[in-house]
Every structure is written in structure tokens, then in C-alpha cells.
């Protein structure tokens, strides 16, 4: 009952006005009738007695005032809070809150403050968001420049050596009319073997570029994997014999499976071992093993010899990279392979490829999801 009755008096500006107005006015007129009492009692001041009702009338006057001052100053009071917050609104203070006291004008007005200011701030957050979207968009627009510049610089510069060789000796049998046969064809020999190595390297970059499409089809099957090692074992036996190195194959089990596009991951190994062959021709052995659990399916290649620096290790996977070291374009290596690799097993596959290097010893890992049959 009594919030009904205080909402019926609150729940306007008005009102509230009018209450004010109306304690004030009982109070002054209770301080009134007590000042005319006694003043008209103190006989022996004739004086009070004669102006009792306009002394009573100027002093309830002051005391009406006072009051009425006082119960506003809580409205006030409340009224500045509030243009504060709207001053720190408009200096952007979004954060701001303004407390709703009253179920009326002054309440509705703070909650549109309030409502004013998460609006504010959610456009705020929302252009910042755009922004920084705006942000990334230039960046990876500026990065994808960045890369077509990169990837063209390296291409001409790896295709400019082998051509410079072939036109060099191709120019030199055309102009020479004194080569003996034999010079002939040790000069062509070059320039077809300088050809050849062309010849990969763009097949490689047209494969790395093809791979790197959005719109690359693949074509997933399961396919067993333990076969399929052995299978490309058996047809590097003639570069394991060329370069006197022992293949040591270890197979957990041999029905191991995974979804797999079969050309592509067969790539990724043709790749791995391609590379244990070809910088690993001093250490006698190729490992390859193996390895499963319930999850996944590692397959780990190992050659021993030279290593990779543990400054190079960080970025052999990416395109054209070469180190340093004897693992250097006089190997014939384009800087692709392994960049093709990585691509198909982590971006086509979902899976996992790393490369360790220490105490003469090199190991790829790849890690591919297991399929139970």
C-alpha cells in the first residue's frame, strides 16, 4: 500500500513538484501558527505583538523557502548527475552509467542516456572492428603482392643458371666449326642434362601452383599406407643402389589405413625420399619406419649425413627456401619440393609435418589420421 501510494506521488516530475510544494506549505504554515501564538504572548514587548502576523508571515516565508530548497536540492542534486553523464557521453566516455532513482521523466531520461551510451559504444566497437578488418584486408592484399613479387624474382632467378648454361653451350657448337665430336656431344650432354633440371623445376612450380588453388580437386579413398611405403621404396631401389645406401624399412603393421588422395600423399613421400637420397649420400642408410596408434599413422624417413642447421630448420617447408649448406641448389633441389609436401599434408590432409636435425642424422615425421577397417 504504501509503494502504491509513493509511486502515485513519484511517478512524475509534477507531482513530485507538488508534494514539495505542499510539505513545504504545511510545515510553514505549522511554523506560522506557532510564531503568531508566541508572539502574541510576549506582553511585555508590545511591539511583537502589534506586527505578530507579518513577523510570523516573513519568517514562515523564510522557513518555506529553506524547505522548499532543501527537498529540491535531492532532485537537483540527481538533474546534474545526469548532465554530467551526458557531458562525459559526449566526450566519449562510453562506459558511463546513469542510475535510475525515479520512475518518472528524470528515470526515463537516464535510461535513454544509458541505451544512448551502449549504443555508442557497440558503433564504436563495431568500427573498430571494421577497421582492423579493413586492416587485414590490406595487409593480406599487400602480403599477397608482396609473395607474387617474391615467387617471380625466385622463379627468374632459378630458371636464369640452367638457361644461361644451355644457350652458353648451344651458342658455342653453333659458332664452332672446330669442335670434334666427342666435344659435341659433351657440350649437348650438358645442355640436355641443364634442360632436364628446367624441365623439373617447372613442372615443380606448376604442380606448387596448382596445389596452392582454392579450387584444387582432390580425390579422397582410403588407401593403405604400409603398401604404399613399400611401394615407393621398391622403386627408389635403383637410386638406393646408385648411391650405395641400404634401405632399413620398419612397418608396425602392414594394414595401416588413412583417407588420402593416393597420387598426392605418394607425392609426399616420393619428395621426402628423394630429398634422405639426395643429402644423405654419405651415410650409408635410409631408415624408414612405420608407426601407428589409435589415432594416427607417423611415418618417419631418416638419412644420415649432413645436417640442417638449427637456424635453417624453422623454414625448409617454405617455398624456395635454401639454406646455406651443401642442402643448396648445386643438389639440383628447386625449393618447392618440400613446400609441395607440406601443402598436401597439412592444408589437403589435415595432418601433421616436421623435420628434426641433430648428431649427423635427419628425420622427416609425417603424421597422417588413422581410418580403422
Known amino acids: 500500500m504504501i509503494n502504491k501510494f509513493r509511486r502515485m506521488f513519484v511517478s512524475s516530475f509534477k507531482m513530485r513538484l507538488l508534494v514539495n510544494i505542499v510539505l513545504s506549505y504545511v510545515i510553514t504554515l505549522l511554523v506560522y501558527s506557532a510564531l503568531t501564538v508566541l508572539l502574541e504572548a510576549i506582553h511585555y514587548l508590545p511591539f511583537l505583538s502589534e506586527f505578530a502576523y507579518i513577523i510570523s508571515f516573513i519568517l514562515s516565508l523564510v522557513v518555506f523557502i529553506v524547505i522548499f530548497l532543501d527537498l529540491m536540492n535531492i532532485t537537483l542534486k540527481y538533474i546534474e548527475d545526469l548532465s554530467e553523464t551526458i557531458q562525459k557521453v559526449t566526450e566519449g566516455d562510453y562506459d558511463v552509467y546513469a542510475n535510475i532513482k525515479y520512475d518518472d521523466e528524470l528515470g526515463m531520461l537516464a535510461a535513454n542516456i ?81 634442360s632436364i633440371r628446367l624441365q623439373t623445376m617447372m613442372d615443380d612450380l606448376f604442380e606448387f601452383t596448382k596445389l596452392d588453388s582454392p579450387n584444387i580437386v582432390v580425390h579422397m579413398t582410403t588407401i593403405n599406407i604400409s603398401e604404399l611405403i613399400l611401394q615407393i621404396s621398391d622403386e627408389f631401389y635403383p637410386d638406393f643402389s646408385e648411391h650405395q645406401l641400404t634401405p632399413v624399412i620398419s612397418i608396425s603393421d602392414p594394414q595401416l589405413y588413412t583417407k588420402a588422395d593416393g597420387q598426392l600423399i605418394a607425392r609426399v613421400f616420393d619428395n621426402l625420399i628423394s630429398n634422405a637420397v639426395k643429402y644423405g649420400k654419405d651415410g650409408g642408410q635410409i631408415k624408414i619406419e612405420v608407426l601407428d596408434d589409435e589415432e594416427t599413422i607417423t611415418i618417419k624417413i631418416r638419412n644420415y649425413g649432413t645436417t640442417i642447421s638449427k637456424e635453417d630448420l624453422p623454414y625448409i617447408f617454405n617455398k624456395f627456401y635454401r639454406s646455406d649448406s651443401s642442402r643448396s641448389s648445386s643438389t639440383g633441389g628447386t625449393g618447392l619440393g618440400l613446400a609441395i609436401a607440406k601443402n598436401i599434408v597439412t592444408n589437403i590432409h589435415k595432418g601433421e609435418i616436421f623435420a628434426t636435425s641433430h648428431d649427423d642424422r635427419t628425420t622427416f615425421v609425417v603424421m597422417l589420421k588413422r581410418v580403422h577397417i
Not at 595487409?139 to 644451355?166: C, G, M, S, W, Y
Open 114 to 194: 544509458n541505451a544512448l551510451a551502449l549504443t555508442l559504444k557497440k558503433k564504436e566497437e563495431e568500427s573498430a572492428i571494421l577497421k582492423e578488418n579493413e586492416r587485414l584486408a590490406y595487409d593480406a592484399e599487400r602480403n599477397a603482392e608482396n609473395q607474387k613479387n617474391e615467387l617471380i624474382t625466385n622463379v627468374a632467378h632459378d630458371l636464369r643458371t640452367p638457361l644461361t648454361t644451355i644457350v652458353g653451350y648451344l651458342d658455342l657448337i653453333r659458332r664452332s666449326n672446330e669442335l670434334s665430336i666427342d666435344e659435341i656431344h659433351k657440350y649437348s650432354s650438358v645442355a640436355y642434362e641443364k
